[in-house]
């Protein structure tokens, strides 16, 4: 296993091309199982679960090449319609496998994902829309095995807004009878990416981007091309690490709407960003003010920045409280943060974070991407030496972030845990 070694304190400068997103790619994988036939994907971020996923699609006989940054996709017919527990246990998004397979060959068998390393993530929502298709579904063993001579559409209102469940139920939706309504839907740039792609491919989707889906079956689709979406949590990440050091960054390859809310919350915290149509410039010249936050689905606080916003707020000056309404708790990198000497307090699914702290480097432990990523902020801010163990779950959605980070003036390096 490898480790982060970080010298803390030196100040981030210079210029970053952002990488494409990891929630875009995933889903515009998974898509290419509704139609044989040949796949381009640029801008393709190459990432731990990028070719977790291209593994899974090898098993589906899928072939996958990658090329500066160009996933080819060589799609043919399927026998296997399994996506095995030992794949699907080490990437959720594996899922995603069941709505196309559902849709093209009339079943599919995939592995529950079961919890993630802060609590249950059901998949509730993903296979009601299914049924509501008119598939039978079957959970035995650890496997769902969903089952449909015929799909046909219907209303589906989904209870919770999933990311997930929204873009399985579309997966299958666009190959079935007649029209299919889903309401309540997720809104992420990531969903209308693949609502767009869908429909490059043949699909009739209209009401993008709206809370309410409105899709037309079609007989069949044919495959497309496409160029991922920049990645917005890659983007608030670095963001936040040119913050925390009082750096000055230009990011390019961005698309600066994709950061919502995100966007206010940094001016209220006093940082200075400098907007052009694919770029953005962070300036950090004075205190940073402290600023509350809620999670909340897009356009609202991304879950997925939380961990490093109270990373962030460490150093404010004053208290502040993180909200997470979406994944309730999502916090095992507190504990981390606490080694370095942060003072925060958890009461339920809000962390108080104590102001104007100094942190002083240690070891530390990732237990998740983002809490990964947090840790990361935490050390080049702190004094001294942070060591982060077990960084696999920060390659699984961060392209060489050390690298980039390293590009900017941070002192940060990998190497094997002894
Ligand atoms: C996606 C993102 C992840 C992000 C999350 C929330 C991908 C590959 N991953 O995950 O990075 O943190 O959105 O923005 O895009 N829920 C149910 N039943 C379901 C499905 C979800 O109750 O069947 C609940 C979840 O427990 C959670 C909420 O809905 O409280 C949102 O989860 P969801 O949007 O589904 O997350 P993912 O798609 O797994």
């Known amino acids: 296993m490898e480790r982060f070694v970080i010298e803390g304190q030196h100040r981030l400068e210079g210029h970053i091309h952002i990488s494409g997103a990891k929630n875009a790619a995933l889903p515009l994988m998974a898509a290419s199982l509704l139609a044989d036939g040949i796949y381009h994907f640029s801008n393709f971020p190459i990432l731990r679960d990028t070719l977790t996923f291209s593994k899974l699609l090898k098993e589906l006989n899928v072939d996958s090449q990658i090329e500066d940054h160009v996933l080819t996709l060589r799609v043919e017919p399927t026998e296997n319609k399994v996506a095995r527990y030992e794949l699907v246990k080490t990437m959720r998004a594996s899922f995603y496998v069941l709505g196309p397979l559902l849709a093209r060959y009339g079943e599919a068998i995939v592995s529950l994902p079961g919890g993630c390393a802060w609590g249950p993530r059901p998949v509730d929502q993903h296979l009601k829309g299914l049924q509501k298709l008119g598939a039978t579904i079957d959970t035995v063993a650890g496997y769902v095995t969903a089952k449909a001579k015929e799909l046909i559409g219907n209303e589906i209102v989904f209870d919770v807004i999933s ?22 839907c997720a809104r992420e740039p990531e969903v209308v990416q ?26 069949s689709l044919h495959p497309a091309d496409e160029t991922i979406i920049p990645d917005r949590i890659e983007l608030g990440t670095l963001i936040l690490a040119t913050a925390i050091t009082g750096g000055n960054v230009k990011f390019t390859n961005v698309i600066p709407e994709h950061l919502g809310i995100v966007q206010e919350k ?11 149509d694919n770029s953005v410039h962070i300036t950090r010249l004075g205190d940073v003010k402290p600023v509350d936050i809620k999670t909340s689905p897009y356009p609202g606080f991304p879950t997925d920045l939380q961990a490093q916003w109270i990373a962030f707020m460490t150093i404010a000056d004053g208290d502040s409280k993180i909200t997470d309404t979406i994944f309730f708790d999502r916090f095992k990198h507190v504990a981390e943060l606490q080694r370095l000497g942060a003072r925060i307090r958890l009461d339920g699914n809000t962390a108080i974070v104590e102001g104007r702290q100094r942190l002083i480097g240690a070891p530390v432990m990732s237990t998740d991407l983002r809490a990964s990523s947090s840790l990361v902020l935490a050390g080049l801010i702190a004094e001294g030496t942070t060591f982060v163990s077990r960084i696999y779950h920060l390659d699984r959605g961060y392209e060489k972030l050390d690298d980039k980070l390293s590009k900017l003036g941070a002192k940060i390096f990998r190497e094997q845990e002894p």
Do not use: D, W
């Open 266 to 276: 940094l001016i209220e915290a006093g940082i200075t960003l400098n907007i052009q």
């Open 163 to 184: 990311v997930g469940a929204t873009c399985n139920v579309l997966l299958s939706a666009v190959l079935a009878k007649g029209k299919t309504i889903l309401e309540n």
């Open 194 to 219: 693949l609502c767009e792609f869908l429909n490059k491919m043949g699909a009739k989707i209209s009401g993008i981007g709206t809370p309410r889906l409105e899709i037309h079956g079609v007989e």
